[in-house]
């Protein structure tokens, strides 16, 4: 593989570039309604990377290398794609006047963005890629945002971490988990809707790309639609109600223009019970052409965003208390009151110079990024657990006792549930009444700087042959540390560790109060350079791709508390962990006709591990997983397109490798190697991702178009990883724990057991009315199957096998009999119905719109994924915990929103 790609550099390169007769297309770009220029539109041909954009009049001229017949492509924001077919013979031509129609469905990116925060409720379930596709004209992509992504479906299966998300051309993914934090321009709808997007491993003029692709929005006040715009949003979703507001100026005849926007959104509770909603955002930009060559835009943005968090459940809790029940609130003083709040704030102050010319373009920014982002949880310290859904006070507990099954007491508490299923806040300041805090309310605080640099260059070599290149730095600081928010009453907590009885910060005060630093305090450094280099070489049948890219990256911890358990390496930094990698990737595509066209990918890609994989428990301690790696990625894709006069669509098969993955959970287990809070190390984990897209739209009329689109995938682990668990008590006695709280289990037998990544089978079929009058409605309706939960490793290693009191195994625990208690079986699948609908209205100049969407018409409960606990950790334990058929410790689900609604209304002028 990686002699295949060298040699086709060296060839592609090197290689001989041939002469050819260039011809030109021109033009002019209006809108039908206003009969004004559209001065932000894009023009291509499909099947080619050649591309143009207008000037400030409308106008545009596209060179073409040859004769021949092809397809123009316009696009605009905020305006529906236009596809002209054009025939070139031997001269030059213009198409004089191309008028645009308004998308008037425009709001419906809204409704995604709506869709969208959902995902931020809950780690687990924020790596979803639907906002990441919100720029996409395929019709495949389009369904997977707007009707899958409320069931979480992931495209092919990956996490949104392997798609690249750039503002203003600089890199916006996190060094943390590698995904990029959409609430960072949230509420900023107006401002965002210029946006290139790039699919999959498709080449892009911004950078070297990740396999899920990119997106670059580019917040310039002379890309955006001047004037005013007012809206208001009404939703039962994550928030109930928003205001926002944006201006843009036209771009003066000084050079200067310029946009101011705000937003606020709000709930006092979301869809889900006690799920408060809280954000406002701030944007501001300024754009100076000093000539038609230079121009520099200063940007500056800040979205807060604070919300109540919910709870994945059992199957015994969600028939107690349904599909919207969250254990994480309770009323105080006649206030929901959520105890697993987050906190995001995080401003971006940014500077781009750009340079445009016939042949070169040239853009330089530096973008510096601060503020906080924390998660409260309740602590409870030798005193009951305040969980609501804590196994001991469920009806299982006393059903699946050892000693015998108690009906009684199970009866007893689950009417006591059914009463008290909420957090009983009174009875937390009672139990703190005495000074020293037996519960506490605390914030998992990170605050963060990061200074970002980029220059991407995009270079006409000769009539055909193009050069992109790019070089970027990012430097993070990280300050981690728990923050005492409220003592509930107590005067002062003992920061002592419950289960080892040893001091978290050794050097400071044993009693810390509110506001105080507590249990863990660290800093992480992260540094990354990274370039690219891209060339593409275009002709009449054909046209190819190659790029490379390298980058160095290196973490580092530096801790400030001396931990009692880890003496020797909490306090002081870490050595520095470098990871040097590269990638490589490639594309042709060939014309068969003018309508119908192939297009390969291929790719290998080495990437370090992102900053929550590499330490094992940087909270307490420098240790890294040992002899980590790089991760490396083979993926491949083949395409198929056509575009004829009423059918257009796209046929894709592909198939990815992930390999060396690296994975770090964190969990309480109870196993034939001991009981306690553990950190899991994952290593050596493989992964295989291969399946099939097709995308079908067909335009009946002038009026009505029909969709179909299918998606059906195979996403498996595809190796058995190496397991070692990590003690917080580290020094224990038990001969299996190492001095550093380390036990290797061993490989676990995972290979084949399909990967909890959303549905990995997804079928929609649409239609669309579209009124000449400027009104439209649409319905959807989608089937989603082969979901799955995600599994515990822990029980597939021999450690499942151990009977704790003997240190053998059990002696009914044979293949046979492990197997069918761990069997995996998919999720239900479901059926979703969602309608959508719009009218706009021109009058005077000034524009109305209304857009209204309701998703799951009827009402269907379903679950959007889950986890397998790992409590169980031995055949027996597992056994006995599921006789009864209701288990303690079964798996936790979360459920996908019922009926949900948004409306929104929008008046430009």
Not at 295 to 308: D, E, M, Q, V
Not at 784 to 796: G, P
Request: glycine share 8%; aromatic share 14%.
């Amino acid at each position: 593989m990686r002699f295949s790609f060298v040699a086709f550099f060296m060839v592609f390169c090197y290689g001989p570039v041939w002469a050819q007769t260039s011809f030109s297309v021109e033009g002019k770009i209006v809108s039908r309604r206003s009969e004004l220029p559209i001065t932000n539109a894009q023009i291509g041909l499909e099947g080619l990377l050649i591309s143009t954009q207008v000037d400030d009049q409308g106008r545009f001229g596209l060179k073409v290398p040859d004769a021949g017949e092809y397809i123009l492509t316009i696009t605009a924001a905020d305006y529906s794609v236009k596809r002209l077919p054009i025939s070139i013979e031997n001269e030059d031509i213009d198409l004089g006047a191309l008028y645009l129609e308004e998308d008037i469905r425009v709001e419906q990116a809204d409704n995604l963005i709506s869709l969208s925060d959902s995902e931020l409720l809950d780690d687990e379930v924020s790596s979803n890629s639907s906002a990441l596709l919100r720029a996409t004209r395929d019709v495949f992509l389009n369904r997977a945002a707007f009707d899958f992504g409320q069931a979480f479906f992931r495209v092919r299966g990956y996490d949104s971490q392997y798609g690249k998300v750039l503002l203003n051309g600089i890199d916006m993914n996190k060094f943390y988990d590698g995904r990029p934090q959409w609430n960072n321009w949230g509420g900023m709808n107006d401002v965002t809707r210029n946006q290139q997007f790039s699919n999959g491993l498709e080449a892009s003029d911004y950078t070297f790309g990740g396999i899920l692709g990119s997106t670059n929005i580019d917040t310039r006040p002379s890309g955006l639609r001047p004037g005013t715009r007012l809206s208001s949003s009404y939703s039962n979703r994550t928030y109930a109600g928003r205001l926002m507001a944006t201006y843009t100026s036209r771009l003066h005849k000084n050079g200067l223009a310029y946009t101011v926007s705000g937003s606020r959104r709000w709930a006092k509770e979301g869809y889900i019970d006690g799920t408060l909603y809280d954000a406002f955002s701030l944007f501001g930009a300024v754009e100076y052409q000093f000539d038609q060559h230079h121009s520099i835009a200063l940007t500056a943005l800040w979205a807060s965003n604070r919300r109540g968090r919910s709870s994945a459940i059992t199957q015994e809790v969600f028939d107690l208390g349904g599909s919207t029940y969250n254990p994480y609130w309770g009323e105080q003083d006649g206030e929901i009151r959520n105890s697993r709040e987050r906190m995001i704030a995080e401003p971006i102050l940014m500077f781009n110079h750009y340079f445009s010319s016939d042949k070169f373009n040239l853009n330089t920014g530096v973008a510096y990024q601060f503020g906080t982002n924390f998660r409260s949880r309740l602590g409870y310290f030798n005193t009951p657990n305040p969980d609501p859904t804590y196994y001991r006070y469920l009806p299982s507990f006393y059903i699946n006792s050892p000693i015998g099954a108690n009906f009684i007491s199970a009866n007893t508490v689950k009417e006591d549930f059914l009463k008290n299923a909420q957090i009983d806040w009174d009875r937390l300041y009672s139990a703190n009444a005495q000074g020293q805090a037996a519960y506490v309310l605390y914030d998992d605080v990170s605050d963060d700087t990061q200074l970002s640099f980029n220059t991407t260059g995009n270079l006409s070599l000769t009539d055909g042959l193009f050069a992109d290149f790019g070089v970027s730095y990012k430097n993070l600081e990280s300050h981690n540390y728990a923050r005492i928010d409220d003592l509930l009453g107590a005067d002062y907590h003992m920061d002592i560790d419950p289960f080892s009885n040893t001091l978290n910060d050794s050097n400071g005060s044993v009693e810390k109060r509110e506001n105080d630093a507590f249990a863990y305090n660290y800093r992480m450094t992260a540094n990354a350079l990274e370039s690219f280099v891209q060339f593409r070489y275009e002709r009449k049948k054909w046209n190819v791709f190659a790029s490379a890219k390298y980058a160095a990256t290196q973490y580092r911890r530096k801790g400030f508390f001396l931990n009692e358990r880890y003496p020797d390496s909490s306090l002081g930094e870490s050595d520095e962990i470098t990871f040097n990698t590269y990638g490589l990737k490639s594309g042709l595509a060939y014309k068969l006709t003018g309508r119908h066209w192939l297009a390969a990918h291929g790719a290998y890609l080495v990437k370090p591990p992102v900053l929550q994989n590499v330490f094992v428990n940087p909270r307490e301690n420098n240790s890294v997983v040992p002899d980590i790696q790089a991760e490396t990625n083979t993926s491949l894709d083949l395409n198929y397109f056509f575009r004829l006069p009423q059918l257009t669509g796209r046929l894709t098969g592909f198939y990815t490798r992930f390999q060396n993955t690296t994975d770090v959970n964190f969990f309480f287990v109870d196993a034939g190697v001991g009981s306690d809070f553990v950190q899991e190390v994952l290593t050596g984990l493989d992964k295989l991702h291969m399946g099939t897209e097709l995308g079908l739209e067909y335009q009946v009329s002038s009026s009505v178009k029909l969709s179909a689109v299918a998606a059906v995938g195979k996403y498996v682990y595809a190796s058995d990883p190496n397991v070692t668990i990590n003690f917080d008590t580290a020094g224990r006695e038990e001969d299996l724990i190492n001095l550093e709280g380390a036990v290797d289990l061993g490989v676990a037998k995972i290979k084949d057991y399909k990967l909890a990544q959303g549905p990995q089978q997804a079928y929609a079929i649409g239609i669309e009315y579209r009124d000449p009058k400027y009104w439209w409605v649409g319905a959807t309706a989608n089937y989603l199957a082969n979901n799955y939960t995600n599994i515990s490793t822990v029980s597939r290693t021999r450690s499942f096998y151990l009977n704790p009191e003997t240190n053998g195994p059990f002696v009914d625990a044979t293949e046979e009999n492990v197997d069918k208690l761990l069997r995996q079986k998919p999720l239900d699948s479901f059926y979703l119905l969602n309608l959508v609908g719009g009218k706009s209205w021109l009058k005077k100049g000034k524009y109305i719109s209304v857009f209204a969407s309701i998703n799951n018409v009827f009402d269907g409960v379903f679950r959007t994924g889950g986890y397998e606990q790992s409590r169980n950790g031995n055949f027996g334990q597992f056994k006995q915990d599921n006789l009864s058929g209701t288990p303690s410790f079964a798996p936790k689900y979360w459920y996908g929103y019922g009926r949900t609604y948004f409306l929104n209304l929008a008046y430009s002028f």
